[in-house]
Every structure is written in structure tokens, then in C-alpha cells.
């Protein structure tokens, strides 16, 4: 079974309005994390944020939050405010502890934002 | 200086020959990894160490092996490259707690 799932390939939205990127994800371990992960075309992997699954609040990262939904197992990335440069492919991942703390990746949405 | 260093950023390589990916980091980092990224794949990982006595496999292990040489190196060599490893390769660092990894900038590999 997988263990992140992102069903939204692509995602279009207008610069300046506000985007959700679906991830859901798939464990037993009562202790895990989650990221996501910006890639641009040149390809490297820029951290955004992270929320443990402990944690009571949803994590916020300047434009960045998450949205996360313990019980439905979901920890959706909204951006708010798009920019021209939030344009690239987006990775939700999760680490288990009780898998040695790997790290699990879904396959990703390409963002494309319009001015 | 980057945290997580790796040479070469690209390589194209023939069939048959063996090939080095190496890595490097100033985190000071115990956990590193070895990722592989194929279009529309995500991120697999091939090989992990926990430190420099412990190495274990990934998903995707096979064809691939790992040296860790201290903490701060981690190398993945391709032993026999064939033409369906050419992908873009990702070496990647973390604390003990794995609040996050760190990635390298990626090398491009490809096998003519």
C-alpha cells in the first residue's frame, strides 16, 4: 500500500489567490512526521514544513500551512497568496519511528501559477 | 557552502561501466540517505545509514551499493550501470529525531 498518496498531478492557480495540495498518508506508528517539499526546475528540494503527529496545532510557515487532519489521516499543504515563483512540483512525505525513521514520498503535484 | 554536497551535478555514463556518486555534509548529521527520482515516481529510497557502522537497504537496492566512510560521507556507486538507472539521484542528511532532511542538489545520471 502506499504510504503518502498526492491524487492532484497538476494544479493550476491564479497569482495572488490561495491553493490546496492534497496529501493523505497511510501508517499504524503513532508517531510520525510530515513535510512537505518544494522542487523547482532546477531541480533541487527546498524543505517547507513539518508537523509532528503530536503536535495540536497546524503547523504555519510564512505563506505555508498545513492542514492537518489527524483522524482522516490527511496533511493538506495551503499556500496562500501565490507567487509566479511558487510555481514548481510539491512533495508531501512522512517519517515513521517505528520503520527506522525512513522517509516515504509521494509522487508529487506540478503547481503552475498564472499571473 | 552547502549543507549537503554532491559530485558530480551531472554524469552521463556508458552501459556496463561503473560509476561513484558521492556526498558530503557539515550538519553534523548521523542519518544519511540515498534517493533515486524517477517522472512521476516521487522520491525511492535506495540505501540508508544510521551512522557509520549501520547501512540498510531501501526499496530499490538493487544494482546499487553504499559506502559511508565517516559521518559526513556517503557514497553510492552504481557496480554494472545499465540504462534504466538514469534518473536523478538525491543524497539526503538528518538529525536523530528526523524532523527533517536535508537534500543535496541532486545529480543527474544518465547510462547510454
Known amino acids: 500500500a502506499q504510504k503518502i498518496t498526492q491524487t492532484q498531478p497538476g494544479m493550476f492557480v491564479q497569482e495572488k489567490e490561495a491553493v490546496t495540495l492534497d496529501c493523505t498518508y497511510d501508517?499504524?506508528?503513532?508517531?510520525?512526521?510530515l513535510f512537505w517539499y518544494k522542487q523547482p526546475s532546477s531541480g533541487e528540494m527546498i524543505f517547507l514544513i513539518y508537523?509532528?503527529?503530536?503536535?495540536?496545532q497546524n503547523a504555519t510557515e510564512g505563506r505555508y500551512s498545513l492542514n492537518f487532519q489527524k483522524a482522516r489521516k490527511s496533511a493538506n499543504l495551503v499556500i496562500s497568496a501565490s507567487q509566479l515563483g511558487d510555481s514548481a512540483m510539491y512533495f508531501c512525505a512522512m517519517r515513521e519511528v517505528n520503520t527506522g525513521n525512513q522517509f516515504y514520498f509521494g509522487t508529487g503535484t506540478s503547481l503552475t501559477v498564472i499571473p | 557552502d552547502a549543507d549537503v554536497t554532491q559530485t558530480p551535478r551531472n554524469r552521463i555514463t556508458k552501459t556496463g561501466k561503473r560509476i561513484m556518486l558521492e556526498c558530503s555534509q557539515t550538519?553534523?548529521?548521523?542519518?544519511m540517505y540515498w534517493y533515486r527520482q524517477d517522472p512521476g515516481l516521487g522520491l525511492q529510497l535506495i540505501y540508508y545509514?544510521?551512522?557509520?557502522?549501520?547501512?540498510n537497504k531501501g526499496e530499490i537496492s538493487d544494482g546499487y551499493s553504499v559506502s559511508r566512510q565517516a559521518q559526513a560521507k556517503f557514497s553510492l556507486s552504481l557496480e554494472s550501470a545499465i540504462p534504466n538507472q538514469t534518473a536523478l539521484y538525491f543524497c539526503?542528511?538528518?538529525?536523530?529525531?528526523?524532523?527533517?532532511?536535508?537534500f543535496g542538489q541532486g545529480t543527474r545520471l544518465t547510462v547510454v
Open positions: 539526503a542528511t538528518s538529525d536523530n529525531l528526523g524532523v527533517e532532511a536535508f
Open positions: 550538519k553534523g548529521h548521523d542519518r
Open positions: 545509514s544510521f551512522d557509520v557502522k549501520d547501512i
Open positions: 501508517t499504524s506508528d503513532p508517531s510520525y512526521g
Open positions: 508537523q509532528g503527529s503530536y503536535d495540536q
